[in-house]
């Protein structure tokens, strides 16, 4: 049988494995925008849309997406991973200063970002450390370009085939 923390080490090193997309998660609270970096994104359903992602327990975010009730979700491009970091970071005091984003239906939408949904109705769900969230999508945009990923404990563009190859 394996120990606990060894097990947990080997958990870590096979979700490593696992490419991911970068997103940043946000809402606007008292009308301050608020975000966080959540790689834990995927898309659930198609009717209705829907997707989901997952927060950790010991950020505030949780608590302030309950209070919004509604998410704003920045898929970030290639190219992005400074957003990525500075969002990631504990303790950050405005993690929008110097930012480019715009208020998108009174949600903080990032500038440049790959992809832009906007989740009006959410549901939360324990699991372990983390709480998943699950978004009904009012909206979803797109723009062209290259995705950013966490692979392997760095962030990647994931550039697109050319046209007639994909």
Excluded: K
Aim: a negative charge; one cysteine or more; proline letters at 7%.
């Amino acid at each position: 049988m394996i120990a606990v923390d060894q097990l947990q080490l080997e958990f870590r090193e096979a979700m490593a494995h696992v490419p991911a997309p970068v997103t940043i998660i946000t809402t606007t609270l008292g009308g301050m925008p608020t975000g966080t970096t959540v790689s834990a994104f995927a898309s659930l359903s198609i009717t209705p849309p829907m997707v989901l992602f997952a927060l950790d327990n010991r950020g505030g975010m949780i608590e302030r997406l309950r209070a919004s009730g509604r998410a704003g979700i920045n898929v970030l491009a290639g190219g992005q991973s400074e957003i990525a970091l500075q969002f990631a970071r504990h303790g950050e005091a405005d993690r929008f200063d110097g930012l480019g984003w715009h208020a998108d239906n009174g949600l903080p939408r990032i500038d440049g970002a790959t992809s832009w949904l906007r989740c009006e109705e959410l549901t939360f769900i324990p699991g372990g450390d983390h709480t998943v969230v699950l978004g009904t999508v009012m909206e979803a945009q797109t723009e062209p370009g290259s995705s950013l990923t966490y692979h392997l404990r760095t962030f990647r563009d994931l550039t697109p085939p050319p046209a007639g190859l994909g």
